[in-house]
């Protein structure tokens, strides 16, 4: 496996969204198959796993200590993330965000970890005003080895630029795929400037630039993509000229059209590292050997302008995602 650098962190060029283990797309796998997953992926080389407290309010947070207990620490890059106001269970009348409300809160991850540090440390959602406070308390963290780097979800170019002149960000994590490209404006730019490292979350738009998935499927309750209207029957059909585009080049290429999806993502710049979700070993397969395939300068071009042309339908609110979190088979009780 190729590895890339997120600052000082050195991560496999494809990490392992952890999310869909307990969370967020329906039935999920037993802890047995959830595990046995993730030791596949480490095996064919993937040494970055991605979590969060607000995944199934911990339990995400817990099966992926428990799956990467097993794995040499030393060898894992664990990356975290901290929701910015209390979850359920959590009295933090200080403030989610004081110094006081973030130590109460990475003892705990600590502890569902079964770790003594973080890789990377993200604030899972920004709110307006905290940055340079935040930034602060994490740079105690770092200091104090209870975490090696930190970052920010989905910040605003604003946003980054007040926490980065405080305690220098390793990596942004936010949304990023031929489905949604904002970032290209202002953020990715800026980070390939100050070499900050871009995590790149749903880089196949949620699976639907796989190609697996048509206008009459349905999905479960708790499945996010009920709420992503990029999957609505309309906009489903509206969109596939999108994936009659990455069919081609995958024909070309000889690949996967999620494998292209991918390929695109790593294409911007070595710094931006996508983490898909993945359950099953040929999926793992599959996606992991997306870092093999190498769109070509010309290639990478050829497809932007391809993109420019079509026009995409639908979009993900993080917030209704969020929301999420409260449906019981999310939670795990």
Known sequence: MKTRKLRDLTVSAIGMGCMGFTHAYGDRPSEEDGIRAVHTAFELGCNFFDTAEMYSYFKNEEFVGKALKGLPRDKIIISDKFWPTPLPGQDMPEGKLSEAGIRKDIEGSLRRLQTDYIDLYTEHQMEEGSEEQVAEIMGKLIREGKIRAWGQASPTL??????????PITAIQSEYSMMERKWEKDVLPFCREQEIGFVAFAPM??????????????????DL???ITRFNKENMTANEPLLALVRKFAAKKNCTPAQIGLAWVLAYG???VPIPGMRKKERIVENLGAADVV???????ALNTELSKIKI????????IAKLGTVPEDTGK
Not at 207 to 212: H, N, P, Q
Not at 296 to 301: G, I, L, T
Not at 313 to 320: A, H, I, L, M, P
Request: glycine share 6%; proline share 0%; net charge neutral.
């Open 270 to 272: 070595d710094f931006v």
């Open 225 to 227: 993509r009920t709420v």
């Open 158 to 167: 604003e946003q980054v630029k007040k926490a980065h002149a405080i305690t």
């Open 313 to 320: 339908y639908g979009t993900r609110d993080n917030k209704d």
């Open 295 to 301: 769109l070509s300068n010309e290639e990478y071009a």
């Open 205 to 222: 738009a949620n699976g639907f630039l796989s190609g697996k998935f048509s206008a009459t499927d349905t999905f479960q309750k708790n």
